[in-house]
């Protein structure tokens, strides 16, 4: 079993609980796609971003809903895994 820091951060909000809710899942560089869709459909959010290693960037970023299907987009999922990245360093530890 690998250990996670997984949780949900408030995308887009100036007030806990208003904003759009994104779970975000760190270091997922060894999880399976099929792992990561079980845990979108656990999070059962409306989008569920794994942060993983990359060569090319930064970080690369993949996103699952809760029914397991993959999806694309950059605003919601690449703010909200920026935010979730420093509150981790932060100190911050996810459910």
């Known amino acids: 079993m690998v250990d ?3 949780g949900i951060i408030d995308v ?3 007030v806990p609980l208003t904003g759009n809710p994104l779970a975000v ?3 997922a560089d060894d999880l399976s796609n099929e ?3 079980r845990i979108a459909g656990e999070f ?3 989008e569920t971003t794994s ?3 990359s060569t090319r960037a930064d970080w690369k970023l993949r996103s ?3 029914s397991g ?3 694309f987009g950059a605003g919601h999922k690449a703010h909200g895994s920026g935010l979730a990245s420093t509150a981790i360093s932060d100190g911050w530890r996810g459910a």
């Open 4 to 6: 996670l820091i997984a």
């Open 12 to 14: 887009f909000a100036d």
């Open 25 to 27: 899942v760190q270091g």
């Open 35 to 37: 792992t990561m869709r």
């Open 44 to 46: 059962q959010q409306a």
């Open 51 to 53: 942060i993983l290693r």
């Open 64 to 66: 699952f809903i809760a």
């Open 69 to 71: 299907a993959e999806v």
